[in-house]
């Protein structure tokens, strides 16, 4: 990148303060040598429009989205990736020399990323998928999943009502399965994911039934606080390979990071570290 400006890239959300992604941009930006900054903005929905139309304007080449904004900007974006149209989220914002916002979801990259990083031999092939939840989260793991070839996803959600619209949306390969019955879909799954926020700190734990997982069997959290939930804990000592939730968010961040600074950074140990300390 040219030496006489220094590029600006941040994120933005409200709140903001439990973001980990200026820990690990700035690690990035330190690392590779990079005189670039990476900023924390908490930003109303009042000025959201107003803040996403300043910001190239100081020097910023995009910024990342999260809650409660990542569905409200693909109305502000002058131009729309095919994977954030199809999930109907974004999380990375770039801002063009001519002054375009294009705007693309990154999450379904950083979670298939982490689970190739973290389990070398997964297959998505291999069976079903079963994927715990139906939120935001979940959207862009199913789009993943059937993408990348899952033969069958089931899915279920506590209110079912939301499980069935993805599966209105997404298609055939998509199942509804009771949360009462949330058990009973682990028994085939090759690969079992938790998109929701039970488990997590500050949450009641995720209690369903894990008796059902197949020995072998990829097990992953989003949740990443803490770094080994419940499940994996108990998935692990069935003998499953779990994953992490960390990864995910380090992974979806290097697409963004290369278009903005021109590097394309790596998702090693120290970048571990720099986030999880």
Known sequence: MSDDKIPLAGVIGSPIAHSRSPQLHGHWLKSLGIRGFYIPMEISEANLNDALRSLPKLGFVGVNVTVPYKERVLALADVVSDCATVIGAANTLSFRKDGTIYADNTDGYGFLENLRQGA????VTAGPAAVLGAGGAARAVVVALRDAGAPEILISNRTRLRAEALQQEFGRKLRVVDWVQAGNMLEHAATVVNTTSLGMAGKPQLRVPLDGLQKGAVVTDLVYAPLRTRLLEEAEAMGCI????????????????????????????ETREAVHR
Not at 243 to 269: K, N, S, T
Request: aromatic share 12%.
């Open 242 to 269: 779990t994953v992490d939730g960390l990864g995910m968010l380090l992974h979806q961040a290097v697409p963004g990071f290369e278009r903005w600074f021109g590097v394309r950074p790596q998702v090693d140990a």
């Open 120 to 123: 070398p031999g997964w297959d």
